[in-house]
């Protein structure tokens, strides 16, 4: 991503996208620090990520040392790259807002004073909510991809019976018919399963067989 965002944004000293994970009240972190490319899984809530995941609220740092930003700082200022040079003193800590839930936080941050501007907030803003988008997707697939798998190891749980009543019976319900047959058909046998599977009382009647001919057959 830092590939994409250099060009409209100066990611040269370090950039981090920090990806809030609830379960655990933590953070994935993956930085780009100066120019080099590492990860961090599971580090504490802290910091400037901490606070604008709170807070749903941007926070830009003119100068960190005199503590000048656009609201208070509310937290003590951990630095995020693993260096021994001087702390950085212009940060902007976006968060990532999906439908009014923070699920991470953007950070920018450059060693001399008032660096940033605030046209660079709102590029990292802009920058921030097609990537809160794309966090979104990415978990809505891995929720359906599971309840996929979560649902095939169901059915393989439950024998054939199992499912056919359980599919006649939901078929009563939903049609709020008071009686239902469903004559379930064996393909590589070619013949119907008996006896048919049925949902109700039927009152004074012989449930029928089925008539049908080879081309009713899908």
């Known amino acids: 991503m830092n590939d994409s965002v250099k060009d409209i944004l100066d990611t040269s000293h370090f950039f981090a996208l920090a990806v809030y994970q609830p379960q655990s009240d933590s ?20 910091g400037g990520c901490a606070d604008v995941i709170k807070q749903k609220k941007s926070l830009r740092i003119f100068s960190y040392s005199e503590k000048r930003s656009d609201r208070p700082l509310a937290f003590e200022f951990e630095q995020i790259p693993d260096t021994d040079e001087r702390i950085p003193e212009s940060l902007i800590y976006v968060p990532l807002l999906l439908r009014g839930v ?20 709102q590029i990292l803003e802009m920058i921030a ?17 599971e309840v996929n798998i979560a649902g095939q190891q169901l059915t393989r749980q439950l024998s054939p019976a199992q499912i056919r009543y359980d599919v006649v019976n939901r ?10 047959v469903l004559y379930s058909y064996n393909q ?15 009152i004074g009647r012989v449930i029928p067989k089925p008539e049908v001919k ?5």
């Open 27 to 46: 953070l994935d972190l993956y930085m780009s620090d100066r120019e080099k490319y590492r990860k961090e899984m599971g580090s504490s809530l802290s």
């Open 102 to 121: 923070a699920v991470g936080a953007l950070t920018v941050q450059h060693l001399p004073k008032d660096f940033y501007r605030r046209l660079d907030q």
């Open 129 to 145: 909510t097609q990537v809160a988008l794309a966090i979104g997707n990415m978990r809505l697939f891995e929720y359906l991809k």
């Open 171 to 180: 078929i009563r319900a939903n049609a709020k018919a008071d009686f239902v």
């Open 188 to 202: 590589s046998e070619e013949k119907f399963i008996v006896p048919p599977d049925q949902s109700g009382e039927l």
């Open 214 to 218: 080879p081309d009713d057959i899908a």
